[in-house]
């Protein structure tokens, strides 16, 4: 009599790559299919220009209405590319979080034959490229109405490219390093990509120079790479005035980008070390099919 | 011979105060038996604050000012909790499977909101007094509070008007499904901006700073101002009084619309049954 194989293939498993153009769609129509790409649009551009629209507030109160000044189109430039950071930074565990928690599908996805991390990559993806809409929309509402000395012609756009993929690179790399922890937190989850935007924002150089922090916080800001990412970003983008920012002076922006290149390998070790020990953690505990709101 | 258990059952406003110490309770103390609150419910805020801070040190901003970050982000915990754990938690609720259970029950609905909104307006209080002591700490902010009843009257009118607020927009969330999450996240920046968290509500012009005192928190964050940081009074949008009216206004308001509009929400998820279920 002939036997039937039943041991499953190795092959049949999907990709990596297959994993993630999947999960790329799926997080693309859980953030999109809830409303129509108006709204859906309307509400992807109003919450970031609204909270510029604070800075822009709290510079008009103070410094008056010179908009094309250094310091502003600085701290504009920031907080625009800020909403980047948030987004990669937040989302994988936001992700876990939905999957976990609304959906009651990260059990299935924990037994399923792909590989978890590249899996809740995908399902950020989508939410980074809305994130890119908002900046680009917010940048978009600094030069049309508030004048500010953007001037295409004059952006360096090769360092402007290679700054911004390793930036992202290395917050997915932290954004890893945070969805991992939050599989192993019980209550309030959510609330842990919330205090690492709001705590990065502070180290980071985004809206104001880390000189204006006591000494021992500026070791904490020099010590991330977001804040060699902005700097780098605010140099190709407004090369004369990105340089006044009191960031780095005394360094060359190659020297910035090798320090980003540097920091996007190291973390990309820590995220797969971290997240490896947080994910045996999890199963251990019985975290990921566990439901936490009350 | 058969035993005969009485079974009493509380009507009318027994159960309505039994309800609402029943649902704040978690609230007050369940919420507080998870240390975990400490960090994310406190810390959060706090960095937000130091972050604004500093962006007014970073710009030479006068030290008043500063005074208004330390206020306005202690204020910012009694809009999160209205937003996230008042106007959206039918809607939590509704996710749970709760909602279908609470309209069954033989309580009112708007006994479950004023438990919720009691025992949240009791928990953020004590955040934002942390916020505000750890500001002051830090930051050593002066206050001289003028008048210490109208300080009292503005806070405790801003409060029921805000919380009332919340207690509308929550029978407003029932009819959401997978869009209260965006709405509620879509309200956040806007309120913060146009109530003058950070910076008096003056600095717009009379009109935006007027249909902006629809929030509760714009006047009662105004008038606070006025009253404890009294070198800046000039920058008050409304007479201290004249806000005090229009919050009570806003209460009475806030409240009945709550009131109506819940009772339209239950008779409707009686009759439809659909507002209640869980549609993913």
Not at chain 1, 149 to 163: D, H, N, Q, R, S
């Amino acid at each position: 009599m002939e036997t039937v194989k039943t041991t499953p293939t190795y092959e049949a498993k999907p990709g990596k790559l297959q994993t993630f153009r999947t999960s790329a769609w799926l997080g693309w129509m859980i953030e999109s299919n809830w409303t129509d790409p108006f709204i859906f649009a309307v509400y992807s551009i109003i919450r970031p220009i609204l909270t510029a629209a604070i800075l822009i507030v709290m510079y008009l109160v103070i410094r008056g209405g010179d908009f094309s000044s250094a310091d502003f189109v600085n701290l504009y430039i920031g907080n625009a590319f800020y909403i980047l950071v948030g987004a990669a930074i937040q989302r994988v565990s936001f992700g876990i979080i939905d999957d976990r928690e609304h959906y009651r599908t990260l059990k299935y996805i924990f037994i399923a034959p792909l590989q978890v991390p590249v899996y809740l990559i995908g399902r950020s993806v989508a939410s980074i490229l809305v994130s890119c809409f908002s900046v680009l929309f917010t940048l978009g509402f600094g030069i049309l109405f508030l004048k500010m000395p953007i001037v295409l012609a004059e952006v360096k756009w090769g360092l402007f490219v290679a700054a911004f993929f390793l930036g992202m690179a290395v917050m997915m790399c932290m954004g890893l390093i945070l969805g991992g922890w939050t599989l192993i937190i019980k209550n309030n989850p959510w609330s842990l990509g919330d205090s690492m935007g709001a705590g990065l924002l502070i180290f980071s150089g985004a809206v104001f120079p880390l000189s204006v922090l006591p000494t021992p916080l500026q070791w904490i800001g020099n010590a991330l790479p977001i804040s060699y990412w902005l700097a780098l970003i605010r140099r190709a983008l407004v090369p004369e005035i990105g340089r006044t920012y009191p960031m780095y002076t005394n360094l060359s922006d190659l020297q910035l980008l090798l320090i980003l290149l540097a920091f996007t390998l190291l973390y990309a070790v820590l995220a797969v070390v971290v997240y490896k020990r947080f994910d045996i953690i999890a199963r251990e505990r019985g975290n990921i099919d566990m439901v936490s709101n009350y | 011979m058969a035993l005969q258990t009485k079974v009493t059952r509380n009507s009318g406003v027994r159960l309505f105060l039994q309800t609402v110490i029943g649902r704040a309770y978690p609230r007050v103390i369940g919420s507080q038996r998870d240390p975990a609150w400490l960090f994310f419910d406190i810390f959060l805020p706090f960095l937000t604050m130091v972050g604004y801070v500093y962006i007014y040190r970073a710009l030479k901003a006068p030290e008043e000012y500063i005074g208004f970050v330390v206020l306005g982000s202690a204020m910012t915990a009694y809009w999160i909790n209205i937003l996230w754990s008042m106007s959206s938690q039918l809607f939590w609720e509704k996710e749970n499977g709760n909602l279908a259970l609470y309209v069954m029950s033989p309580t009112s609905l708007m006994a479950i909101l004023f438990g919720m909104a009691s025992g949240g307006l009791f928990s953020t209080t004590i955040r934002a007094l942390v916020i505000l002591v750890l500001g002051n700490l830090l930051f050593h902010v002066n206050y001289i509070i003028t008048s210490f009843w109208a300080l009292f009257l503005v806070f405790v009118l801003t409060m029921v008007a805000l919380y009332g607020l919340g207690m509308m927009l929550s029978s407003l969330f029932m009819l959401f499904n997978r869009e209260a999450f965006h709405f509620a996240n879509l309200l956040e920046a806007p309120v913060m901006l146009f109530s003058g968290f950070y910076f008096p509500v003056s600095a717009f012009n009379f009109w935006v700073a007027a249909a902006a005192s629809i929030i509760p928190l714009t006047l009662g964050m105004d008038a606070i101002r006025q009253l404890v940081f009294p070198s800046t009074a000039q920058l008050g949008f409304l007479p201290v009084k004249l806000e005090l009216i229009i919050l009570a206004i806003l209460s009475v308001v806030f409240l009945g619309g709550a009131f109506f509009s819940l009772r339209r929400m239950e008779r409707l998820a009686i009759k439809q049954g659909r507002i209640t279920d869980r549609l993913g």
